[in-house]
């Protein structure tokens, strides 16, 4: 049964990361036995221009129809100004919330040719290997009441609400156990309980689950800790699960021990395994249009949709592997280049790795 991936091109350098991604769709096609049709749909800022809506409701049909959807990145400073529900960001949030995708996976791998590419020293990056379990459907991008009112003082105030309920807990609770007992059997949970009652709730839902996985082990931690350990110790780290605000910012902090945020793939999952696959970084407005921006985080999250998705884990690893091997030619992009060291464009990295694919 040929399956069926929908690509959301999405704005700035969105466009140009998810062309190279599709060049490895198509010689997976013609090579390796790739069964799938591709479609675009517009999200972002590219639909509230031609669609008049940052999620169209023909692109959320379409996403609905799909076995997998690929997305480049949205937003940027030409819709910064518009109304509110009109911001490609919203059309991102909406599509998270209307799919149903509350497991937000991300791996924070260090390919060993970057070890020099990391802000940190490589011996404290070497060998990192680890998972951030973000939820991504609750907290306090959704709660409600949300908004801008004016005090009675006059005074204008904006207000958002952080709450999980234990439902909303427990199911990322289940998925980042699952995860851990697949990996290396710890799991940390980041929680700021010291202060927040819906992170006293989360802890506590986290310490009932543990129980019925008794192969993982369960610690706990403060986010503003985690922050200060991601950068001092990364290693010690397997797998965290954390709401949707600190894994947002965690998840960035981590990228950068991996190199560049341009290496970092995520997977967004709903409860069937159906999932949206997408670069961890943004749409990159000031290096958009230039042949600048590094694939590789937009190609290895097309490797985690074949493996999560697409149920075709040999074709992923091939991906990942060709990955690995362009690196090791010593192909950069901008981001991932040592002082001094040659660079190559966007394009030319995508047609590295589909050159790489066959030598695997
Ligand atoms: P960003 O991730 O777009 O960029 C941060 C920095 O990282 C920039 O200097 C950029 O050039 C660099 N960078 C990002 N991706 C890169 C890549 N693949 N290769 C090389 N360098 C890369 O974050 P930002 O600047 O804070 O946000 C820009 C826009 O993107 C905003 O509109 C924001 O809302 C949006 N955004 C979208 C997503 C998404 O679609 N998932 C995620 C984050 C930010
Ligand atoms: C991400 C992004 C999004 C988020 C924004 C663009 C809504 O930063 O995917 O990490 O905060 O979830
Ligand atoms: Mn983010």
Redo the contacts with the bound molecule.
């Keep these: 049964m040929s399956h069926r991936i929908l690509i959301l091109p999405?704005?700035?350098?969105?466009p140009e990361?998810v062309a190279e991604a599709e060049k490895v769709v198509t010689a997976l096609q013609a090579d390796f036995g790739l069964d799938a049709e591709v479609e675009h749909a517009r999200l972002?800022g590219q639909a509230v221009d031609a669609e008049g809506a940052p999620l169209p409701e023909s692109t959320l049909a379409r996403a609905r129809e799909a076995d997998a959807i690929l997305?480049?990145?949205?937003?940027?400073?030409k819709?910064?100004a518009i109304d509110r529900p009109l911001r490609?960001?919203r059309g991102?949030l909406a599509i998270r919330a209307e799919l149903g995708l509350f497991a937000n996976l991300r791996p924070a791998l260090l390919f060993p040719e970057l070890a020099g590419a990391s802000a940190l020293r490589p011996e404290v990056v070497a060998g990192l290997d680890m998972l951030i379990v973000r939820e991504l459907t609750g907290g306090i991008y959704f709660g409600e009441p949300r908004g801008l009112r004016i005090r009675e003082d006059g005074v204008r105030e904006g207000f958002n609400t952080l709450r999980y309920g234990e439902d909303e807990i427990e199911r990322i609770g289940r998925a980042a156990f699952t995860a851990a007992q697949r990996r290396n059997g710890r799991l940390c949970s980041v929680d700021k309980a010291n202060v927040l009652e819906s992170s006293e709730l989360w802890r506590e839902v986290m310490e009932r689950l543990a129980p019925e996985y008794p192969d993982v082990s369960l610690s706990h931690m403060y986010v503003d800790n985690a922050a200060m350990q991601l950068v001092r110790a990364p290693k010690q780290f397997d797998v965290i699960v954390t709401g949707n605000l600190f894994g947002d910012i965690l998840s960035?902090c981590a990228a950068m021990l991996t190199g560049?945020?341009?290496m970092l793939p995520s997977a967004s999952l709903d409860e069937t395994g159906k999932g949206l696959y997408?670069?961890?970084?943004?749409?990159?407005?000031?290096?958009a249009g230039r042949d600048?921006?590094?694939?590789?985080?937009?190609i290895l999250s097309l490797a985690m949709l074949l493996r999560y998705s697409l149920d075709e884990g040999a074709l992923a690893d091939r991906v990942e592997a060709a990955v690995g091997r362009v690196l090791g030619q010593g192909l950069r992009?901008?981001?991932i280049a040592g002082e001094g060291e040659p660079v190559v464009g966007t394009t030319a990295m995508g047609d590295a790795v589909v050159a790489a694919l066959g030598a695997v």
Excluded: K, M, Q, R
């Excluded at 997305?71 to 400073?77: F, I, T």
């Design positions: 999405g704005d700035g350098i969105g990361i972002g997305l480049g990145a949205v937003g940027g400073p819709w910064e490609p960001e991102l960035d560049s945020i341009g997408e670069p961890v970084h943004g749409s990159a407005p000031d290096i600048a921006a590094n694939p590789l985080a937009t992009t901008p981001d």
